[in-house]
């Protein structure tokens, strides 16, 4: 079946560091988007891209929809401890058929 | 908070029992939507009901069973489990019919023995 290859799978970094993570994908989708889940609770949306090379912030997240519509990436800067979690991204589209994939998750752990 | 609750929020149950997980969205959405996830897997998208008629199953096995008697709550009814249907399951709802806008419940944590 699709599936959205997100990488990397885990990540330890020092506070105050940035963060980097792509998602790409073998289709094409007309939505991406990105959550964050903490531990014992469901992901929650972050950021929401439309459209081809569009680049979104939200404080300290900045996100990408890639020209091919096939990927997205997000950037952390100046991490803090509570970033802490798994960070998801998800294709929506809803021309047609309704698809809505998400990834296998970043986790990231944040070093004080 | 995100206005979507779910009960309750761990479960274990045996393969012969029958029993229902429970979410209440207090948003006014008018879809909702069951997801499972296991561990170290994507989430999967299980049912959606929009105006509280079903229109996704992404080839759910029957033991899995939906209702949705109207727009603020959604059931799922669970029977005859396997061990492998142990995961977490999420509720999510959206404002206005399907959308990649969602709000996530906190999720229930099955254990099946």
């Known amino acids: 079946g699709q599936q959205l290859n997100q990488s990397p799978q885990s990540m330890f970094i020092q506070e105050g560091e940035d963060v980097s993570m792509n998602c790409t994908s073998s289709?094409?989708?007309?939505?991406w988007l990105w959550y964050k889940q903490d531990p014992g609770e469901g992901p929650v949306l972050l950021i929401a891209?439309?459209?081809?090379?569009e680049l979104t912030s939200n404080g300290r997240l900045t996100a990408q929809f890639g020209i091919t519509r096939k990927d997205s990436f997000l950037n952390i800067s100046a991490s803090i401890p509570s970033d802490v979690g798994i960070y998801f991204c998800?294709?929506?589209?809803?021309?047609?058929?309704?698809?809505?994939?998400f990834g296998t998750g970043t986790r990231l752990k944040v070093l004080a | 908070e995100t206005g979507v609750t779910q009960t309750p929020r761990h479960l274990v149950m045996g393969m012969t029992n029958k029993k229902s997980l429970k979410c209440e969205q207090h948003?006014?959405?008018?879809?909702m939507y069951w997801y499972k996830q296991s561990a170290k897997k994507p989430l999967e998208l299980m049912f959606v009901?929009?105006?509280?008629?079903?229109?996704e199953n992404n080839s759910v096995p029957s033991r899995f069973s939906p209702e949705c008697p109207n727009s603020s709550h959604l059931f799922l009814h669970l029977h005859t489990l396997q061990p492998e249907d142990s995961a977490l399951y999420l509720c999510?709802?959206?404002?206005?019919?399907?959308?990649?806008?969602?709000?996530f419940g906190p999720g229930t944590r099955l254990t099946v023995t």
């Open positions: 948003l006014g959405h008018n879809a």
């Open positions: 289709s094409i989708f007309n939505t």
């Open positions: 891209l439309y459209k081809a090379g």
């Open positions: 998800a294709g929506f589209t809803s021309s047609g058929t309704y698809k809505y994939i």
């Open positions: 009901y929009n105006f509280k008629e079903q229109t």
């Open positions: 999510a709802s959206s404002p206005t019919g399907i959308s990649y806008e969602q709000y």
